[in-house]
């Protein structure tokens, strides 16, 4: 029988579409998937079933879910719990910015123009950069932008990473750059300390280089003490300097703009953004002021400018360089939408925390990450951290001494309610039986003295 809602389904109709298009059958439509891949019975579905039933199987089905509000939860690696403020969820949620997209028409949209300046102008300050975009899709697609661009600035087509970068990002910052014809070179990080190796630095920059980038916190959260050395190296050979920073650092760190980046970016999802489920982020975007920096950005630039007869002020998009507005070969990005409201809620936060909140955020989760290495540390066959530097919000523990595997250690957490860390062993299979555990202002010292207890208990077999 016919589907009453399928207007195409009646055996007749099909029929006539299927000879217009010189076919005998449905299946060959669809001859290019290799049988291999194609499921060759009905799906297993139960039913039918009524609303009712299927809300409660739905729910059971989601009952399987742990969130983290449930657990204590020590996950980071590119995703982070924070708190964040009431006033920015009450903020955001007006109609006038909930209901703004993208910004088409910058001149019926002053709130939400003025709103992105704002975070333009924000996101300099704490980079100590000029001129920042509103906004990327996260911190991998601004890495492979920053690729591409540096790319398009300098004329060459090798682009420096370091061996310890989130293999995310790293996949990613592929997709972007092999179809420009952009190789991607990895720089030598020592093993003891994680500072970049600049004598392997020097042997591997040349005339052919376009950036060195650095992530500054690292992915395994160290800090990167010679940072500033980096620079000169990659500026004696006329490269570009590129720097990946976790905004929430900021307040204790100094702002890459302070040790010679040409380009910042970084996650902007610690910035008064929830966790989402992974999604949507907030990518991070900022430059020199540098004219052939600033025209071969991605993405959009706000500015402020005043009315004709010069008495009241305006907000407008000033750039935007994607393929829809401008001849497409001469186009920076294909960037389609932007993350407007994850950037307005960006905005809301920094402005909340001001400079010196900015600085008590930074001191505390310094000091609680550190306190929570000494407390792992502790534990009988546990090495915390693997890297001699300073670590900010991650850091690495290390269960080879325990003879046990992190998947393990993480399974019997679980059992105590206890979300462990990213599990590195496939990752980096040189770190040996490594998970990278992450921290913020979220935690107590109650909370680190439970993993405390938990580890000794799982690891050494006492509370």
Known sequence: MASPYIPNDPEEVRSQMLKSLGLSSVEELFVDIPEEVKLKRSLALPGPLSEVEVRKEVERILKK?????????????????????????????????????????????QGMLQALFEYQSMICEL?????????????????????????????????????????????VLRSYAEPAGIRIVEAPQDRETGRIDLERLKAIVSSKTAAVYIENPSYLGFVVDNADEVAEVVHDVGGLYVVGVDPTSLGVLKPPGDYGA????????????????????????????DPRLVRQMPGRLIGVTTTV???DRGFCMVLQTREQHIRRERATSNICTNE????????????????????????????????????????????APLFKAFHFKEFTVNLDGAGLKVSDVNKELLKL???????????????????????????????LRRLQRSLKLIVEGSG
Request: glycine fraction near 8%.
């Open 262 to 289: 040409d380009i910042v970016i970084g996650e902007g999802q610690p910035l008064g953004n929830y966790m989402n489920f992974g999604g949507p982020l907030l990518g991070i975007f900022a430059c020199r002021d």
């Open 340 to 383: 407007a409201l994850c950037a307005l809620r960006a905005a809301v936060y920094m402005a909340l925390l001001g400079k010196n909140g900015f600085k008590e955020l930074g001191e505390l989760i310094a000091t609680l990450t550190n306190y929570a290495i000494k407390l792992t540390s502790e534990v009988k066959g546990v090495k």
């Open 309 to 311: 007869k010069d008495s």
């Open 417 to 447: 309610e206890i979300q462990g860390g990213k599990d590195l062993s496939n990752e980096y299979p040189e770190l040996g039986q490594t998970a990278l555990y992450c921290v913020t202002e979220e935690h107590t010292e109650a909370d």
């Open 127 to 171: 980079t100590a950069m000029d001129v920042a975009n509103s906004s990327m899709y996260d911190w991998a697609s601004a890495l492979g932008e920053a690729a591409r661009m540096a790319a398009r600035v300098t004329s060459r087509y090798e682009f420096v990473v370091p061996h310890y970068i989130s293999p995310e990002r790293y996949m």
């Open 65 to 109: 879910n742990r969130t983290v509000k449930e657990l204590l939860c020590f996950l980071g690696a590119g995703v982070y719990r924070h708190y964040v403020p009431a006033a920015v969820d009450f903020v955001a949620s007006r109609s006038e910015f909930l209901t703004s997209y993208t910004p088409y028409q910058a001149e019926v949209n």
